[in-house]
């Protein structure tokens, strides 16, 4: 948020923002609604992605395995056991952080282009496996999943509909990325900035930062696993399209678009992703990924910091002319 | 030519598994057209080029323009390719380099950009089917190895590759231009301040390196057939080569193109459900025992 609004109007920007979202109900209609929790969702999963990518500078090419993984366990469980949205919810952050944990153990020893090599091959694995376990999967013709209930008295209506999961996917989303703005405000948070721009120096004042980092991935995984399970229960439908290379490259370009190292930035990214694809891809005779490509290249090369980073700059000059305007005597 | 005495002579397994062992060696040989460019770009340039399989894709892409549309010959087809790849790669050299001076993680994120770019603009060209070019028309026949019987047409890549990776490392092994190379890689200011012109041998390579790819595609365009997707597939596989040879070793990507091309066939024709997992397994075996690959220096 900090690039967001500069200054005093950052809790004013905020409370507006939060608003928005809690009026968008009457203001949107079935489909854009549709779209709003879609990017809430992708938001959150594209934000886990920046605590790697923008905080402590590991850039994955496969973090759509844990979103995947998330949404498989959460459907499975749906299927097989109970519809409730909490174990569902439960089911896929702790399978996502299993196996967050478990590749990440190798991942975070390795540097550079080796972690990013991993991170693809886990995720194409997963892909694969999504494909090939039929008994489990379905493979490529994805497992319907039943809606998800509040608890015993409900039968499946009280999440049913655009406008309930909506609030349930909100709450959830703003739960999410609260925990990760606390995370990255915390020492934790610091030292894996520290880690970002200088990782043999935190490693001589004596961050143990292989742990540090493996903490980060499996936070990272857990979240992903969140929003992967809101996924699932939004589309009640999961299929290995769900962990293909396109869901990780996505979020990684929202996470570039929207501004490294800001959380926000990947949700404003995510939103622009979206937009661009359903909205617009018309427009472009169905060739949005080109427009993407093309938007995604432009931003590497002149906004390093993204549309957040952008509109910090815009902020930044506009507090700085009232600063003077104030400062001049009358 | 062998007599099917003699094949029938082989021990059963290699009987058996002839056809995907030769399919594996194929497949591996097109993997180190892609690799041996990936591996030399990187160690040159501390750029991993993700745009690599598109240019594999497009390079395949624009022969089949050549032969199939324009009814040219092969040769034609295969010029125009590489000569394709080539503009591509020093086009790439300009593209990067205003953030030469940024990480390798702007870089690499910038060649990720392309990549998505020229997918798409292939299936504008191309569109999402299918494609294959025929083998050219003296390779359109099978010829009797150790007793079976295997298309010539995937001899011939065997053998294009293998010259290939023969010609490649005695040109950075023993000559001058290799040389230049090789010293670059270990210490670029140095050899900067014997006077070479360090950026212009980085063109080279990444110009080379480019047109390997291009190549790789038009000769693996009769045995892979080209689609959206085929690039995302020989990018990681040629990923898995380079990671397991050693980023920056020639030896190193012609072992792992090998290795990863056996995996992919004979793998998949002995144990199908657990070839993935071997592919996968056979880099995390590397990375564990020697995390710098099998012929690595770092």
């Known amino acids: 948020m900090r690039a967001l609004a500069p200054g005093p109007a950052r809790p004013l920007v905020q409370l507006a923002v939060v608003f928005l979202l809690v009026v968008a109900p009457l203001l949107l209609g079935d489909f854009r609604l549709f779209l709003l929790t879609e990017i809430l969702i992708f938001g959150l999963f594209a934000a886990s992605l920046d605590l790697l990518v ?9 973090h759509a395995a844990y979103l995947g993984v998330g949404s498989y366990a959460t459907a499975l469980i749906a299927i097989h056991l109970t519809d409730n949205v909490f174990a569902g919810l439960a089911a896929g952050v702790a399978s996502s952080c299993i196996v967050a944990a478990a590749t990440g153990w190798l991942a975070v020893r390795t540097r550079g282009v080796y972690f990013l090599m991993l991170t693809l091959a886990f995720a194409q694995l997963l892909f694969t496996l999504a494909i090939t376990w039929d008994s489990l999967t379905h493979g490529a013709n994805g497992l319907p999943t039943p809606k998800p209930t509040l608890g015993p008295g409900d039968s499946g209506g009280a999440l049913d509909g655009g406008t309930a999961f909506y609030y349930y996917a909100l709450v959830a989303f703003l739960f999410g990325l609260g925990l990760l703005r606390a995370v990255v405000a915390s020492p934790f948070g610091r030292a894996l900035v520290g880690i970002r721009e ?74 622009f992703v979206f937009v661009i694809r359903d909205e617009l891809s018309s427009a472009f005779n169905e060739h949005w990924r080109l427009v993407l490509g093309l938007v995604f290249i432009g931003v590497v090369y002149l906004l390093p910091r993204g549309i957040s980073g952008l509109s910090a700059r815009v902020g930044g000059l506009l507090t700085r002319r009232t600063e003077r305007a104030a400062g001049e005597p009358a | ?69 324009e009814g040219q010959s092969w040769l034609v087809g295969v010029a ?173 990507a012609f072992v792992g193109a090998i290795v990863i091309g056996q995996v992919q066939s004979l793998g998949i024709a002995l144990v199908p459900q657990a070839a993935p997992f071997a592919l996968f397994g056979a880099m995390v075996i590397v990375l564990a025992v020697r995390p710098e690959g099998l012929f690595g220096s770092r």
């Not at chain 1, 923008?54 to 496969?62: D, E, H, I, Q, V």
């Not at chain 2, 005495?5 to 993997?31: Q, R, T």
């Open chain 2, 1 to 69: 030519m062998t007599t099917p005495a003699v094949g029938a002579a082989l021990p059963g397994f290699l009987n058996e598994n002839l056809v995907s062992i030769l399919n594996g060696l194929a497949v591996g040989m097109l993997l180190f057209t892609m690799a041996v460019g990936l591996s030399l770009i990187f160690g040159l340039m501390d750029v991993l080029n993700l745009a690599h399989g598109a240019i594999f894709l497009l390079g395949g892409y624009v022969a089949y323009q050549v032969i199939v549309k």
């Open chain 2, 80 to 252: 125009v390719a590489v000569a394709f790849g080539a503009v591509a790669g020093l086009a790439l050299g300009g593209i990067l380099r205003p953030i030469r001076h940024r990480g390798h993680l702007d870089q690499a994120l910038l060649t990720f950009g392309l990549a998505f770019v020229l997918a798409d603009l292939a299936t504008i060209f191309w569109g999402s089917d299918f494609q294959s070019i025929p083998s050219p028309v003296f390779l359109q026949r099978s010829v009797e190895v150790l007793g079976q019987f295997y298309p010539a047409y995937r001899l011939a890549v065997m053998g294009v590759g293998f010259a290939l990776a023969v010609v490649v490392y005695l040109v950075v092994e023993r000559t001058q231009v290799g040389a230049v190379l090789r010293a670059a890689v270990e210490d670029r200011a140095m050899v900067s301040a014997l006077g070479i012109n360090v950026g212009r041998v980085m063109l080279a390579v990444l110009a080379l390196g480019t047109a390997l790819a291009a190549f790789g595609g038009v000769i693996g365009a009769p045995i892979l057939s080209l689609s959206p997707g085929v690039d995302a597939e020989v990018l990681i596989l040629a990923l898995i080569v380079i990671v397991i040879g050693g980023l920056g070793s020639i030896p190193g």
């Open chain 1, 198 to 271: 200088n990782e043999s120096r935190m490693r001589s004042l004596g961050y143990a930062t292989s742990r540090y980092k493996l903490a980060a991935f499996c936070l990272a995984g857990a979240v992903a696993g969140f929003a992967g399970s809101l996924t699932v229960q939004q589309s009640s439908f999961m299929s290995p399209s769900g962990v293909s290379f396109e869901v990780s490259a996505l979020a990684l370009i929202a996470v570039i678009i929207g501004g490294r190292a800001t959380l926000v930035g990947a949700v404003l990214g995510s939103a």
């Open chain 1, 54 to 62: 923008g905080y402590t500078g590991l850039l994955s090419l496969g």
